[in-house]
Antibody, heavy 118, light 111 residues
C-alpha cells in the first residue's frame, strides 16, 4: 500500500515562496505519475499539477501556471512543488496523490497546510 | 464556481438510499468513462470510492455504486449508516487542456 507524506507547508507572505515535498514509500515510485490537489478549508478540491514518471513532463492548472513548478527525484522517492509569487488565494491544504490506470486518484497523503497572509 | 455541479447537501435516514448527482458537459463527463468519486471524512484526506464511472476499489462497501447517463454521473449510497456522513466529491478527466475537474462537493447528513 503506497504511503504519501507531504511536508513544507507554513505561513508565507504574499509574493513569497515555499517548497512542498511529498515523500512516497510502499511502491515503485519511478513507475507512477504524481499529482497535487488543493483544498481551501471548507471548500472543494481543485486539481493543481501533475508530473510524469520520468519527471520530463508536467502540467498545471491555469491558476498556478508560471508560478508553480513540479519536479521529482526518483532516487529519493520524493516529489517537490516549488511555489513562488504566492497569493492569498493559494491558501489551502495541499495533497499529493497517485493516479491509477483510469485517471482516478487512488492514494492520497494527509495534506500540508499553506497559508498566504501578511 | 466548480466545473462540475453537485448539490451542496443531501440527507437521509439510516437504512435509506440517497443519490448524489454530478453534472458536467460533453467535454468532460460525457466524453470519457473516467468519473471517480471520493469520500472525505472531517479533517481527513479524500478516499477513492468509485472509479471508471461505476467500479469499486477493493475494500469499498458494495453499498456504494456509481452510474452515468450522458453528461451526468451519479453516486448512490444504499442502506445509509451513520459512518457515511461525510463530504462527497465527483471528479472527471477532461482531456489534455483542462485535465481533471472536481465537483464542488456534497455534504451528506445521516439523520
Amino acid at each position: 500500500e503506497p504511503q504519501l507524506v507531504e511536508s513544507g507547508g507554513g505561513l508565507v507572505q504574499p509574493g513569497g515562496s515555499l517548497r512542498l515535498s511529498c515523500a512516497v514509500s510502499g511502491f515503485t515510485f519511478s513507475s507512477y505519475w504524481l499529482h497535487w490537489v488543493r483544498q481551501v478549508p471548507g471548500k472543494g478540491l481543485v486539481w493543481v499539477s501533475r508530473i510524469n514518471s520520468e519527471g520530463t513532463s508536467t502540467n498545471y492548472a491555469d491558476s498556478v501556471k508560471g508560478r508553480f513548478t513540479l519536479s521529482r527525484d526518483n532516487a529519493d522517492n520524493t516529489v517537490y512543488l516549488q511555489m513562488s509569487n504566492l497569493r492569498a488565494e493559494d491558501t489551502a491544504i495541499y495533497y499529493c496523490a497517485t493516479i491509477g490506470d483510469s485517471a482516478e486518484f487512488d492514494h492520497w497523503g494527509q495534506g500540508t497546510v499553506v497559508t498566504v497572509s501578511s | 464556481q466548480s466545473a462540475l455541479a453537485q448539490p451542496a447537501s443531501v440527507s437521509g435516514s439510516p437504512g435509506q438510499s440517497i443519490t448524489i448527482s454530478c453534472t458536467g458537459s460533453s467535454t468532460n463527463i460525457g466524453n470519457y468513462n473516467l468519473v471517480s468519486w471520493y469520500q472525505q471524512l472531517p479533517d481527513k484526506a479524500p478516499k477513492l470510492i468509485i472509479y471508471e464511472d461505476s467500479k469499486r476499489p477493493s475494500g469499498v462497501s458494495n453499498r456504494f455504486s456509481g452510474s452515468k447517463a450522458a453528461n451526468t454521473a451519479s453516486l448512490t449510497i444504499s442502506g445509509l449508516q451513520a459512518e457515511d456522513e461525510a463530504d462527497y466529491y465527483c471528479c472527471s478527466y477532461a482531456g489534455s487542456r483542462r485535465l481533471w475537474l472536481f465537483g464542488g462537493g456534497t455534504k451528506l447528513t445521516v439523520l
